[in-house]
Structures are given as structure tokens and as C-alpha cells.
């Protein structure tokens, strides 16, 4: 059950870049960016799903991480095709941020279980 979400990752990365492949609005940049953004929500759910976090902070973290990992794919897709200047990309940024602090904060504060 905890390798899940590795295989909704690939599912999703999959559909993603068939939909890359297929329509030629879909700029490269964006489906890459959508793809890296996949790649790491996959990495820190599977991070979160196997760390020994006391329980309440695996509950919330699971709800605050797929939300947080939807709006930047949401972002990763409206992004501008150029790096400078990019509010949206800042954002981006930032949200995966937000995501890798609060998993070390919750690591720093967990409680080893036998």
C-alpha cells in the first residue's frame, strides 16, 4: 500500500507526457516543469509514507501535500516559457519549499515507534 503513490507518479507523469507528445499547445517547458513537479511530490509522499513521524503529523502532512502538490502542478502547467521574470515559477518555487521545510520540521519532532 505505501508504494501507491510511486505508481499513481508514474501513471500521472505518463498521461502527462502523452499529453506533451500529442498537443503541440502544450509547450515543452511546461510539460517537463509538470513532470519534475510530479517526480518531487512523488519523492516527498513516498518520503513521508515510510518515515517514522508520530501519526498525527503523518495525517495532516498527507492532506497538506497532495493539495500543495496539485497547485503547483496547476502552476508548473500556466508557467510563462521563460525563466526570468516568472512570478509564477517563484511561486512554484516557493510552495515546494513550503513542502520540504515542514518535512524536515516534522522529522526534527518525531517520535521513533518500536
Known sequence: MKNIY???GLVAVFVNSMIGIIFKAYS??????????????????QNLSQ???SDGF??????IFPV???????????LENQI???ILLAALLFLIC???VLLIITNSFKTYRQ
Request: hydrophobic fraction near 65%.
Open 51 to 53: 518515515s517514522k513521524i
Open 68 to 78: 500543495l502538490g496539485f497547485l503547483t502542478f496547476i502552476l508548473s502547467i500556466r
Open 28 to 45: 515543452t517547458f511546461n510539460w517537463l516543469t509538470a513532470d519534475a513537479v510530479i517526480i518531487l511530490n512523488v519523492i516527498l509522499l
Open 84 to 86: 526570468e521574470n516568472n
Open 6 to 8: 510511486i505508481l499513481i
Open 58 to 63: 503523518k495525517v495532516a502532512l498527507n492532506f
Open 98 to 100: 513550503i513542502q520540504i
